[in-house]
């Protein structure tokens, strides 16, 4: 187990562990340059050493959640890999790494290039966050289901996709461009128009997202309830900005406290009509559905003998099953939706980022792991056409 | 510039109105908004990465013997250097058939869009005519108009 190596490759967080070990690093998959530091970059987690975070600017190896910016990346792996990060070499071993659903070839050929040629590995197997998390929840002892429905809730989009039998239906796949990336700036847009400009801030924004967003259960009643002052009003929160002098990392101020030294916002209803973009995409005018109905859209494309176990088995995965509320919402929307006859079951793991990682260790306990990896034999002797035969085939 | 010349802009400025065009440019230009990853340029775009890079291989040289040269960031951005257009047109020839990228989209809601004040958040029953941008009551529309309504170049 200690020369297997999984790499969750985020378009915000790589998680990255040997399959020894118990959890996986988080490491942010960019790098920042900062306004008060002009001698250097801070790559991946040196983030923490940067001591005035204001107007990060980023540098992403993802655009649209597909891996386009070769040099970001290879620079953030050439550090989650040193010495001075995780420290693993993958010289000789075998990684499992993960890329979105429907990859492109040129990019597929790519990731098999550069972990042969650059990081030396025994062996490759090329996978998505979806099917690891599928593997993981199919394969835990709790769960008698061979079905599941995985809705993946990362930062470019949000994906959902069905297992019947432990196979991926490809063409039930369903894809919503809203992800944490266009949460964020959708609140930095409103943040910007209503209080103060913060256009240039998306990691402190990010913060205030993480601190006091949420999905709201009733939105007519929450819709009513911000228009109320307080203390009617129950949603509205003072929340302080971070001065980088005496406060690192903003947080929400107590009602009863005293005023703080730094400049505070009101955050009102924007602390869930930001996240209800998951659930209508087009409040901002993306013509897509949202997730509940989507979910219901990719049943349709599955096998009806088996829509019930699917409904029973819907696993939310990905840092926006973080947002307190997603569960519940989610389960109040398609029981609506659903049959009358079929029960509804969302499961929000204990830990929905790094639930495909530990899906990854299930897989290298698959007695027939050997047989599905790329050995570097086989890449050797066809190429790196070879990684497309066999992972895409 | 005096109150009243200014005064008489902004009358000029009211009677304008966005032609359908330039509202559709506008919502465009939001979304392209939302995918953004930074709005402000890079602060220091002359700054040299590579040197600040951790030096992986030095201190990693493992047994196996090299049989290539390794080739760094750069190779792998010359050689793999296209955007994400050009990917999905390569796509579409290669996968033409469903499912691939484009037919995994989810399809238009069957739900009524909603509209809330483009000022305060709250559900929104007006448009404003000069912009079609959303608003919810006379005071939201005069922020409105006092801010955003003409003043973006569309
Ligand atoms: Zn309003
Ligand atoms: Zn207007």
Known sequence: MNNICILDNGAYTAKVGLASQEAPQLIPNCIMKAKSERRRAFIGDQIKECRDASGLFYLLPFQRGYLLNWDTQKTVWDHIFSPDCCGINLSEKTLIITEPHFNFHSIQEALTEIFFEEYECDALFRTTAADLSALHHLKSNTVPADCCIIVDMGYSFTHIVPYVKGEKIKNAIRRIDVGGKVLTNHLKEIISYRHLNMMDESYVVNQIKEDVCFVSSDFQRDMKTQKLRYPENTIIQEYVLPDFTTVNRGYVKKPEGPAPEQQTIKLNNERFTVPELLFNPSDVGIQQMGVSEAIMNALDSCPPPVHHVLLENIVVTGGCALIPGMGERLQTELRALAPDDMEVKVIITEDPVAFPWQGGRVLCQSTDFSEMILTREEYEEEGVGASIEKFDP | ?154
């Open chain 2, 1 to 154: 510039m005096t109150s009243r010349e200014s005064h008489r802009i902004k009358d000029a400025e009211k009677k304008r109105v966005l032609d359908e065009a330039a509202r559709q440019r506008r919502a465009r230009k939001a979304l392209e908004a939302l995918e953004q990853d930074n709005f402000h340029d890079d602060p220091h775009a002359d700054l040299v990465m590579s040197k600040k890079v951790p030096k992986f291989h030095d201190n990693l040289e493992s047994g196996r013997t090299r049989k290539t040269k390794r080739k760094g960031a750069e190779y792998y951005r010359a050689k793999y250097r296209k955007n994400f257009i050009q990917l999905l047109e390569e796509d579409k020839a290669h996968r033409p058939d469903p499912p691939n990228y484009c037919s995994a989209q989810a399809p238009p809601s069957r739900l009524p869009q909603r509209h809330f004040c483009a000022v305060c958040g709250s559900c929104s029953n007006y448009t404003c005519t000069a912009c079609g941008t959303r608003y919810c009551s006379v005071k939201c529309l005069g922020t409105h108009q006092d801010t955003r309504c003409l003043k973006w170049t569309a």
